[in-house]
């Protein structure tokens, strides 16, 4: 069966740093993201990565403070989120995917449980 595990959430200081991991297992994909939700939101688009060709993929709202990777033989996705800021606070979901458009959260058709990222001021 296919599995996707999160781990690397945490309590940070504004300005600082966390790296997520999400472990797959079952089969392969296409291409794999993080998306996050904080209380009363809608869940929204991270990041996202093409496991082939490794491009990458931002919101507008973490470019240039969140990276993207993937360990194609471990088949592990990770974040590496910089420079925090409180509103980055929320689950943090990986997700997975076979076809369509990679920054809508319909395109993902597997998903973790989540992890909580909390950014206090």
Known sequence: QVQLV???GGLVQAGGS?????AASGRAFLFMGWF???PGKEREFVASIVWSKGNT???DSVKGR????????KNTASLQM?????EDTAVYYCAAGLIGTMTMTNSYRYWGLGTQVTVSS
């Open 66 to 73: 969140f990276t993207i990777s993937r360990d194609s033989a």
């Open 57 to 59: 993929y931002y919101a």
């Open 36 to 38: 996050r939700q904080a």
């Open 6 to 8: 999160e781990s690397g």
């Open 82 to 86: 910089n420079s925090l800021k409180p």
């Open 18 to 22: 966390l790296r997520l991991s999400c």
